[in-house]
Protein backbone atom coordinates (compact mmCIF):
# COMPACT_ATOMS: atom_id res chain seq x y z
CA UNK A 1 0.00 0.00 0.00
CA UNK A 2 0.99 3.33 -0.84
CA UNK A 3 2.39 4.76 2.01
CA UNK A 4 0.89 8.26 1.70
CA UNK A 5 -2.82 6.74 2.21
CA UNK A 6 -4.40 4.80 5.57
CA UNK A 7 -7.35 3.65 5.85
CA UNK A 8 -10.00 2.92 8.94
CA UNK A 9 -12.66 0.48 9.49
CA UNK A 10 -15.71 1.64 11.43
CA UNK A 11 -18.85 -0.45 12.42
CA UNK A 12 -21.04 2.53 13.37
CA UNK A 13 -22.17 5.49 11.94
CA UNK A 14 -21.51 7.61 15.24
CA UNK A 15 -17.58 6.78 14.57
CA UNK A 16 -17.76 8.50 10.93
CA UNK A 17 -15.18 11.32 10.49
CA UNK A 18 -17.23 14.63 10.60
CA UNK A 19 -16.47 14.90 6.67
CA UNK A 20 -17.81 11.96 5.54
CA UNK A 21 -20.87 13.60 4.08
CA UNK A 22 -18.60 16.19 2.30
CA UNK A 23 -17.58 13.03 -0.16
CA UNK A 24 -20.72 11.39 -0.36
CA UNK A 25 -22.56 14.88 -1.92
CA UNK A 26 -22.81 12.89 -5.10
CA UNK A 27 -24.73 9.90 -3.66
CA UNK A 28 -27.18 9.40 -1.49
CA UNK A 29 -25.92 5.70 -0.52
CA UNK A 30 -22.72 6.42 0.73
CA UNK A 31 -24.42 9.59 3.12
CA UNK A 32 -24.40 8.92 6.47
CA UNK A 33 -28.33 9.41 6.33
CA UNK A 34 -28.90 6.37 4.38
CA UNK A 35 -26.00 4.70 6.44
CA UNK A 36 -27.83 5.12 9.51
CA UNK A 37 -30.85 2.89 7.90
CA UNK A 38 -28.59 0.25 7.50
CA UNK A 39 -26.75 0.34 10.70
CA UNK A 40 -30.82 0.25 11.88
CA UNK A 41 -32.94 -2.13 9.93
CA UNK A 42 -30.10 -3.70 7.59
CA UNK A 43 -31.45 -7.32 6.32
CA UNK A 44 -30.95 -9.78 9.61
CA UNK A 45 -28.23 -11.49 7.64
CA UNK A 46 -26.03 -8.70 6.95
CA UNK A 47 -23.40 -6.72 8.55
CA UNK A 48 -21.78 -3.80 7.26
CA UNK A 49 -18.46 -1.75 7.46
CA UNK A 50 -17.51 1.31 6.53
CA UNK A 51 -14.12 2.40 5.41
CA UNK A 52 -12.12 6.20 5.21
CA UNK A 53 -8.96 6.70 3.53
CA UNK A 54 -7.01 9.06 4.73
CA UNK A 55 -3.87 10.76 3.32
CA UNK A 56 -2.06 12.99 5.96
CA UNK A 57 -5.73 12.57 8.46
CA UNK A 58 -7.58 14.20 5.20
CA UNK A 59 -10.56 12.01 4.42
CA UNK A 60 -9.71 11.01 0.79
CA UNK A 61 -12.13 8.05 0.03
CA UNK A 62 -15.36 6.24 1.62
CA UNK A 63 -16.20 2.74 0.92
CA UNK A 64 -19.06 0.68 2.21
CA UNK A 65 -18.34 -2.83 2.62
CA UNK A 66 -21.40 -6.09 3.79
CA UNK A 67 -20.98 -9.02 4.74
CA UNK A 68 -23.59 -11.84 4.24
CA UNK A 69 -24.56 -15.03 5.98
CA UNK A 70 -26.49 -16.95 3.93
CA UNK A 71 -27.23 -20.01 6.24
CA UNK A 72 -29.58 -17.50 8.06
CA UNK A 73 -32.04 -17.50 4.98
CA UNK A 74 -35.32 -19.14 5.31
CA UNK A 75 -35.32 -19.55 1.44
CA UNK A 76 -33.14 -18.13 -1.52
CA UNK A 77 -35.88 -17.68 -3.59
CA UNK A 78 -39.23 -20.10 -4.41
CA UNK A 79 -40.07 -18.82 -7.59
CA UNK A 80 -38.35 -21.68 -9.49
CA UNK A 81 -38.01 -25.35 -8.30
CA UNK A 82 -35.51 -27.41 -10.87
CA UNK A 83 -32.29 -29.19 -10.77
CA UNK A 84 -30.43 -26.28 -11.23
CA UNK A 85 -31.78 -24.22 -8.77
CA UNK A 86 -31.39 -27.16 -6.65
CA UNK A 87 -27.84 -27.49 -7.33
CA UNK A 88 -27.35 -23.77 -7.05
CA UNK A 89 -28.62 -23.76 -3.23
CA UNK A 90 -26.40 -26.62 -2.47
CA UNK A 91 -23.11 -24.66 -3.26
CA UNK A 92 -24.41 -21.69 -1.43
CA UNK A 93 -25.41 -23.51 1.79
CA UNK A 94 -21.88 -25.50 1.51
CA UNK A 95 -19.65 -23.42 -0.20
CA UNK A 96 -20.22 -19.79 -0.75
CA UNK A 97 -22.46 -19.05 2.33
CA UNK A 98 -20.55 -16.16 3.98
CA UNK A 99 -20.14 -13.80 1.62
CA UNK A 100 -17.79 -9.98 1.79
CA UNK A 101 -18.84 -8.06 -0.31
CA UNK A 102 -17.36 -4.16 -1.02
CA UNK A 103 -20.50 -2.55 -2.45
CA UNK A 104 -24.13 -2.67 -1.91
CA UNK A 105 -26.28 -5.79 -2.06
CA UNK A 106 -29.33 -4.00 -2.04
CA UNK A 107 -29.16 -1.89 -4.98
CA UNK A 108 -27.59 -1.79 -8.39
CA UNK A 109 -25.01 0.39 -9.28
CA UNK A 110 -21.45 1.53 -8.34
CA UNK A 111 -22.46 2.52 -4.67
CA UNK A 112 -19.29 1.22 -3.42
CA UNK A 113 -17.02 4.11 -2.93
CA UNK A 114 -16.02 7.66 -3.05
CA UNK A 115 -12.95 9.41 -3.58
CA UNK A 116 -11.79 12.59 -4.08
CA UNK A 117 -10.15 14.60 -6.96
CA UNK A 118 -6.52 14.25 -4.48
CA UNK A 119 -6.43 10.47 -4.79
CA UNK A 120 -6.17 8.31 -7.80
CA UNK A 121 -9.19 5.58 -8.44
CA UNK A 122 -6.49 3.08 -9.14
CA UNK A 123 -4.52 3.62 -5.93
CA UNK A 124 -7.93 3.71 -3.94
CA UNK A 125 -8.78 0.68 -4.76
CA UNK A 126 -5.54 -1.09 -3.58
CA UNK A 127 -6.20 0.37 -0.22
CA UNK A 128 -9.71 -0.42 -0.27
CA UNK A 129 -8.08 -4.38 -0.87
CA UNK A 130 -5.83 -3.64 2.61
CA UNK A 131 -9.25 -2.88 4.36
CA UNK A 132 -11.36 -5.92 2.75
CA UNK A 133 -7.85 -8.04 3.63
CA UNK A 134 -8.86 -5.75 7.68
CA UNK A 135 -12.41 -6.85 7.51
CA UNK A 136 -11.86 -10.78 7.05
CA UNK A 137 -9.42 -10.46 10.22
CA UNK A 138 -12.41 -8.73 12.39
CA UNK A 139 -14.68 -11.04 11.10
CA UNK A 140 -12.14 -13.94 11.96
CA UNK A 141 -12.05 -12.79 15.58
CA UNK A 142 -16.06 -12.84 15.29
CA UNK A 143 -15.53 -16.69 14.39
CA UNK A 144 -16.82 -16.55 11.20
CA UNK A 145 -14.42 -17.27 7.81
CA UNK A 146 -15.39 -15.34 4.90
CA UNK A 147 -15.66 -18.08 1.45
CA UNK A 148 -16.48 -15.63 -1.58
CA UNK A 149 -15.08 -11.56 -1.90
CA UNK A 150 -17.21 -9.82 -4.18
CA UNK A 151 -16.75 -6.17 -5.56
CA UNK A 152 -19.71 -5.05 -7.52
CA UNK A 153 -21.25 -3.18 -9.45
CA UNK A 154 -18.71 -1.40 -12.10
CA UNK A 155 -19.28 0.14 -15.43
CA UNK A 156 -16.49 -0.72 -18.68
CA UNK A 157 -14.65 2.09 -17.87
CA UNK A 158 -14.24 1.87 -14.16
CA UNK A 159 -12.30 -2.15 -14.49
CA UNK A 160 -9.41 -0.64 -15.91
CA UNK A 161 -9.19 0.02 -11.79
CA UNK A 162 -8.64 -3.30 -10.95
CA UNK A 163 -6.07 -4.14 -12.91
CA UNK A 164 -3.63 -4.55 -10.05
CA UNK A 165 -1.58 -7.66 -9.28
CA UNK A 166 -4.02 -8.30 -5.96
CA UNK A 167 -6.64 -8.51 -8.74
CA UNK A 168 -5.49 -11.56 -11.04
CA UNK A 169 -6.97 -14.00 -8.72
CA UNK A 170 -10.27 -12.78 -9.00
CA UNK A 171 -13.03 -13.58 -11.91
CA UNK A 172 -14.69 -10.99 -13.40
CA UNK A 173 -18.15 -11.65 -13.92
CA UNK A 174 -21.10 -9.69 -15.69
CA UNK A 175 -24.81 -9.72 -13.82
CA UNK A 176 -28.24 -9.15 -15.12
CA UNK A 177 -27.81 -5.60 -16.81
CA UNK A 178 -28.82 -2.34 -14.75
CA UNK A 179 -32.00 -1.03 -16.65
CA UNK A 180 -31.71 2.59 -17.31
CA UNK A 181 -34.10 5.19 -18.29
CA UNK A 182 -33.07 8.44 -19.18
CA UNK A 183 -35.37 11.58 -20.10
CA UNK A 184 -35.05 12.79 -22.80
CA UNK A 185 -34.68 16.85 -23.36
CA UNK A 186 -37.16 17.82 -24.84
CA UNK A 187 -39.68 16.05 -22.65
CA UNK A 188 -40.89 18.52 -20.14
CA UNK A 189 -43.96 16.76 -19.01
CA UNK A 190 -45.52 13.02 -18.99
CA UNK A 191 -47.53 14.39 -22.02
CA UNK A 192 -44.44 14.87 -23.63
CA UNK A 193 -43.87 10.93 -23.08
CA UNK A 194 -46.87 9.33 -24.27
CA UNK A 195 -46.49 11.48 -27.68
CA UNK A 196 -42.98 10.37 -28.23
CA UNK A 197 -44.18 6.03 -28.12
CA UNK A 198 -45.18 4.38 -31.40
CA UNK A 199 -48.79 3.38 -31.46
CA UNK A 200 -48.45 -0.27 -30.14
CA UNK A 201 -47.33 1.22 -27.01
CA UNK A 202 -49.25 3.95 -26.59
CA UNK A 203 -52.56 1.47 -26.72
CA UNK A 204 -50.26 -0.42 -24.29
CA UNK A 205 -50.57 2.37 -22.02
CA UNK A 206 -53.90 3.21 -22.65
CA UNK A 207 -55.00 -0.77 -21.65
CA UNK A 208 -52.89 -0.42 -18.19
CA UNK A 209 -54.55 2.96 -16.88
CA UNK A 210 -57.75 1.61 -18.26
CA UNK A 211 -57.08 -1.87 -16.40
CA UNK A 212 -56.17 0.22 -12.80
CA UNK A 213 -60.04 1.94 -13.13
CA UNK A 214 -60.61 1.47 -9.45
CA UNK A 215 -57.43 1.78 -7.89
CA UNK A 216 -56.23 5.01 -5.53
CA UNK A 217 -52.76 5.89 -5.52
CA UNK A 218 -51.25 7.93 -2.25
CA UNK A 219 -48.32 9.18 -1.38
CA UNK A 220 -48.06 7.85 2.21
CA UNK A 221 -46.16 9.96 5.29
CA UNK A 222 -44.65 8.61 8.17
CA UNK A 223 -47.37 8.09 10.36
CA UNK A 224 -49.43 6.28 7.73
CA UNK A 225 -46.09 3.82 6.39
CA UNK A 226 -46.33 2.56 10.60
CA UNK A 227 -50.19 2.35 10.67
CA UNK A 228 -49.97 0.04 7.41
CA UNK A 229 -46.11 -1.77 8.81
CA UNK A 230 -47.73 -4.85 8.57
CA UNK A 231 -49.29 -4.86 5.46
CA UNK A 232 -46.52 -2.76 3.68
CA UNK A 233 -44.35 -6.24 5.26
CA UNK A 234 -46.17 -8.65 3.74
CA UNK A 235 -47.05 -6.96 0.46
CA UNK A 236 -42.91 -7.01 -0.14
CA UNK A 237 -42.59 -10.38 1.63
CA UNK A 238 -44.79 -12.01 -0.90
CA UNK A 239 -42.84 -10.49 -4.20
CA UNK A 240 -39.85 -10.73 -2.37
CA UNK A 241 -40.45 -14.68 -1.94
CA UNK A 242 -41.54 -15.37 -5.38
CA UNK A 243 -38.36 -14.05 -6.80
CA UNK A 244 -36.05 -16.25 -8.39
CA UNK A 245 -33.10 -15.69 -6.05
CA UNK A 246 -32.68 -13.72 -2.51
CA UNK A 247 -29.31 -13.25 -0.42
CA UNK A 248 -31.22 -11.16 1.83
CA UNK A 249 -35.36 -10.67 3.26
CA UNK A 250 -35.89 -6.50 4.21
CA UNK A 251 -36.37 -6.00 8.07
CA UNK A 252 -39.54 -5.00 9.12
CA UNK A 253 -39.41 -1.47 10.26
CA UNK A 254 -37.06 -0.73 6.70
CA UNK A 255 -39.31 1.73 5.38
CA UNK A 256 -40.22 3.31 8.12
CA UNK A 257 -36.14 3.97 8.92
CA UNK A 258 -36.02 4.92 5.52
CA UNK A 259 -38.96 7.68 5.84
CA UNK A 260 -37.42 8.62 8.97
CA UNK A 261 -33.71 8.91 7.98
CA UNK A 262 -33.97 10.62 4.37
CA UNK A 263 -37.56 12.41 4.71
CA UNK A 264 -38.39 13.85 1.32
CA UNK A 265 -35.53 12.24 -0.56
CA UNK A 266 -37.74 9.03 -0.03
CA UNK A 267 -40.99 8.78 -1.73
CA UNK A 268 -43.62 5.98 -0.82
CA UNK A 269 -46.52 5.87 -2.87
CA UNK A 270 -49.28 3.24 -1.73
CA UNK A 271 -52.36 1.94 -4.07
CA UNK A 272 -55.68 1.46 -2.75
CA UNK A 273 -58.35 -0.54 -3.59
CA UNK A 274 -61.71 -0.08 -1.49
CA UNK A 275 -59.88 1.45 1.43
CA UNK A 276 -57.48 -2.10 1.20
CA UNK A 277 -53.60 -1.34 0.43
CA UNK A 278 -52.99 -3.83 -2.05
CA UNK A 279 -49.97 -2.65 -3.43
CA UNK A 280 -47.21 0.21 -2.83
CA UNK A 281 -43.58 1.19 -4.48
CA UNK A 282 -40.90 2.95 -3.51
CA UNK A 283 -38.61 5.67 -5.43
CA UNK A 284 -35.50 7.36 -3.74
CA UNK A 285 -33.55 11.30 -4.85
CA UNK A 286 -30.44 10.68 -6.20
CA UNK A 287 -28.98 14.01 -7.13
CA UNK A 288 -30.51 14.65 -10.59
CA UNK A 289 -31.17 10.66 -10.37
CA UNK A 290 -34.08 8.80 -9.40
CA UNK A 291 -33.25 5.42 -8.22
CA UNK A 292 -36.50 2.56 -7.63
CA UNK A 293 -36.23 0.57 -4.45
CA UNK A 294 -38.59 -1.83 -3.51
CA UNK A 295 -42.40 -2.99 -3.58
CA UNK A 296 -44.65 -5.15 -2.82
CA UNK A 297 -48.52 -6.12 -4.14
CA UNK A 298 -51.16 -8.49 -4.23
CA UNK A 299 -50.33 -11.16 -6.73
CA UNK A 300 -54.00 -11.84 -7.89
CA UNK A 301 -54.80 -7.86 -7.97
CA UNK A 302 -51.69 -7.19 -9.98
CA UNK A 303 -52.81 -9.74 -12.70
CA UNK A 304 -55.90 -8.56 -13.40
CA UNK A 305 -54.72 -4.39 -12.58
CA UNK A 306 -51.47 -4.79 -14.86
CA UNK A 307 -50.59 -3.01 -11.31
CA UNK A 308 -46.91 -3.74 -11.92
CA UNK A 309 -46.82 -1.83 -15.21
CA UNK A 310 -48.58 0.98 -13.95
CA UNK A 311 -46.36 1.54 -10.98
CA UNK A 312 -43.61 2.26 -14.10
CA UNK A 313 -45.48 4.69 -15.61
CA UNK A 314 -46.37 6.30 -12.29
CA UNK A 315 -42.82 6.32 -11.83
CA UNK A 316 -41.67 7.61 -14.95
CA UNK A 317 -44.39 10.48 -14.82
CA UNK A 318 -43.32 11.53 -11.40
CA UNK A 319 -39.53 11.42 -13.05
CA UNK A 320 -40.01 13.54 -16.31
CA UNK A 321 -42.41 15.88 -14.15
CA UNK A 322 -39.98 16.50 -11.62
CA UNK A 323 -36.95 17.10 -14.46
CA UNK A 324 -35.18 14.20 -13.32
CA UNK A 325 -32.43 12.65 -15.68
CA UNK A 326 -32.49 9.32 -14.86
CA UNK A 327 -34.82 6.70 -13.40
CA UNK A 328 -32.31 3.42 -12.18
CA UNK A 329 -34.70 0.43 -12.77
CA UNK A 330 -32.63 -2.01 -11.46
CA UNK A 331 -31.55 -5.31 -12.98
CA UNK A 332 -35.61 -7.20 -12.43
CA UNK A 333 -38.17 -7.63 -15.13
CA UNK A 334 -36.22 -6.65 -17.80
CA UNK A 335 -38.61 -7.06 -20.57
CA UNK A 336 -40.87 -4.83 -18.96
CA UNK A 337 -38.97 -2.39 -18.16
CA UNK A 338 -37.65 -2.15 -21.70
CA UNK A 339 -40.99 -2.10 -22.74
CA UNK A 340 -41.15 1.29 -20.91
CA UNK A 341 -38.77 3.30 -22.44
CA UNK A 342 -35.09 1.32 -20.40
CA UNK A 343 -31.94 0.48 -21.85
CA UNK A 344 -29.58 -2.15 -20.66
CA UNK A 345 -26.24 -1.60 -18.74
CA UNK A 346 -23.55 -3.47 -18.72
CA UNK A 347 -22.15 -4.28 -15.31
CA UNK A 348 -18.97 -6.28 -14.05
CA UNK A 349 -18.22 -7.76 -10.74
CA UNK A 350 -14.83 -9.37 -9.70
CA UNK A 351 -15.62 -12.50 -7.05
CA UNK A 352 -13.11 -14.56 -5.59
CA UNK A 353 -13.51 -17.77 -3.57
CA UNK A 354 -10.98 -18.06 -0.13
CA UNK A 355 -10.55 -22.12 -1.18
CA UNK A 356 -7.73 -21.74 -3.75
CA UNK A 357 -9.05 -25.26 -5.92
CA UNK A 358 -12.93 -23.90 -5.86
CA UNK A 359 -11.12 -20.23 -6.94
CA UNK A 360 -10.11 -22.10 -10.34
CA UNK A 361 -13.44 -23.13 -10.70
CA UNK A 362 -15.23 -20.10 -10.67
CA UNK A 363 -16.25 -19.68 -14.41
CA UNK A 364 -18.17 -22.64 -14.45
CA UNK A 365 -19.65 -22.32 -11.31
CA UNK A 366 -20.79 -18.91 -11.78
CA UNK A 367 -23.43 -20.20 -14.02
CA UNK A 368 -25.09 -21.65 -11.30
CA UNK A 369 -24.43 -18.36 -8.17
CA UNK A 370 -26.07 -15.93 -11.11
CA UNK A 371 -29.35 -17.29 -12.66
CA UNK A 372 -29.67 -16.25 -16.13
CA UNK A 373 -33.04 -14.95 -17.93
CA UNK A 374 -33.75 -14.88 -21.13
CA UNK A 375 -35.28 -11.75 -22.59
CA UNK A 376 -36.20 -9.57 -25.79
CA UNK A 377 -35.04 -5.95 -25.54
CA UNK A 378 -37.95 -3.73 -26.41
CA UNK A 379 -37.91 0.08 -28.34
CA UNK A 380 -41.32 1.40 -27.26
CA UNK A 381 -40.32 4.74 -29.27
CA UNK A 382 -41.33 5.99 -32.77
Not at 252 to 264: A, G, I, Q
Not at 359 to 368: D, G, I, P, T
Request: proline letters at 2%.
Amino acid sequence: MNSAYTFSIYESVKQLPSQWNSLASSNIFLSTHYLEVLEESAPQNMSCFFIGIFENKNLVGIALSQFLDLNKLESFGERDKCVKTFVRNLIFRNFCSHVLLLGNNMLSGQNAYQFSEQIDSAKGIEVLYQAIDEIKKILKQKGLSVHLTTLKDFEEKEQLHFSAPQFQSFYRFTTQPNMVFCSCDHWHTFDDYIASLSKKYRDQYKRCRKKAAGIHKQKMNLEEIIAQEETIYDLYHHVAQNAPFNTFFLAKNHFRVMKEKLKDNFLFYGYFENGQLIGFNTLIKNGTQMDTYFLGYDEKIQREKMLYLNMLYDMIAYSINKGFKEIIFARTALEIKSSVGAKPEEMFGFMQHSNVLINKKMEQLFCYLEPKTDWQERNPFK
